[in-house]
C-alpha cells in the first residue's frame, strides 16, 4: 500500500468548520445542506459560506476527507456519501442539499450515479467543478510543448494533487464512466457556476452541464466586473450571495 502524502495535502490549511450535530432542518429549509470541498483543501474554505447559510436557518454539514480530497474520487465518494447517510440519519431528513467546489461537485455527481445516492439529493451546486475534465492540467499547461513533458506534467500533477488530480484530467476514465449516460440525475436539479477568470479548470464552461433542471451561470453575466480566481470561489462574497439566494429559492411554497 502506498502511504506517500502528495504535497498538496501537507500545504497550510484555511482551517476547518465544526459541525452541530444538533442542528435540524424545518418545514420552512427541510434539507440539509453539505458542503464538500475541493482537492488540497478542507472544511474550512466554507467557513463563511457555512456561517451566512446557519444565519439564514440552514443546517449546514462540512466533511473533510479523502487525505485532503487527493485519494481516488471513488474512494472519497464512498466515504462521503457514508458521512451524507449519517446526516439523513441524525437529522430524520429524507433528502439533501449538496455544494460542491471543484473537485467536490463531481465527487457529489459519483456518488449519486455510481453508489446510488441520486435519491437522496434535492438540489446541486457546482461551483468551478471540473465535470467535463481539465484541459492538459491547467496551471501546467503553459509548461508543456513536447510529448515528454506532458508525461512529466501529469506526473508532476499527480505528486502534487494525488490520484484525484489525473481522473480531473479531460478524457481520464473517471470522468469518461461518469458522463457516460448523460449529465444528469432523474429528480435532481442543477445550479453550474463558472468563473470566466479560471486559470485552473481550462476551459471554465467544463463546470456547464447539460439535461434537464440545470441552470448553467457565468459569474461576470451577473457581476461583469468580477475577477475571482478558482480557488477563491468557496469564499468568494458574490459567490456566497449566489449560493445563499440559489438554496433560498429552493426553499417550500407554502399557500396562504
Do not use: K
Not at 76 to 99: C, D, N, P
Request: proline letters at 6%; one cysteine or more; glycine letters at 8%.
Amino acid at each position: 500500500m502506498d502511504v506517500s502524502v502528495p504535497v498538496g495535502a501537507r500545504l497550510r490549511v484555511r482551517g476547518w468548520v465544526e459541525d452541530d450535530w444538533r442542528a435540524r432542518p424545518t418545514p420552512e429549509r427541510p434539507w440539509p445542506v453539505v458542503l464538500i470541498h475541493g482537492t488540497t483543501v478542507t472544511s474550512g474554505d466554507f467557513e463563511d459560506l457555512t456561517t451566512q447559510l446557519r444565519a439564514l436557518g440552514w443546517a449546514v454539514f462540512i466533511p473533510d476527507y479523502g487525505n485532503r480530497a487527493t485519494n481516488r474520487i471513488e474512494d472519497s465518494a464512498e466515504q462521503v456519501g457514508a458521512y451524507i447517510e449519517q446526516v439523513l440519519h441524525a437529522t430524520g431528513a429524507r433528502q439533501v442539499v449538496l455544494v460542491g467546489h471543484s473537485q467536490g461537485g463531481v465527487l457529489a455527481r459519483w456518488w449519486m450515479r455510481m453508489l446510488g445516492g441520486a435519491p437522496h439529493v434535492r438540489h446541486l451546486v457546482c461551483l468551478a467543478s471540473p465535470n467535463h475534465g481539465i484541459r492538459e492540467a491547467g496551471l501546467l499547461r503553459p509548461l508543456v510543448h513536447t510529448e515528454r513533458q506532458a508525461e512529466l506534467t501529469t506526473r508532476a500533477a499527480e505528486t502534487v494533487f494525488g490520484p484525484a488530480g489525473r481522473q480531473q484530467f479531460t478524457g481520464s476514465a473517471f470522468l469518461t464512466a461518469l458522463n457516460a449516460d448523460g449529465d444528469t440525475e432523474p429528480g435532481v436539479s442543477y445550479t453550474c457556476v463558472a468563473t470566466r477568470t479560471d486559470s485552473t479548470v481550462v476551459p471554465a464552461d467544463s463546470c456547464f452541464l447539460d439535461g434537464p433542471g440545470v441552470e448553467n451561470i457565468w459569474l461576470q453575466d451577473i457581476h461583469p466586473r468580477a475577477v475571482v480566481l478558482h480557488t477563491e470561489m468557496p469564499r468568494s462574497r458574490i459567490v456566497r450571495t449566489l449560493v445563499a439566494e440559489t438554496l433560498e429559492s429552493l426553499r417550500p411554497t407554502t399557500s396562504s
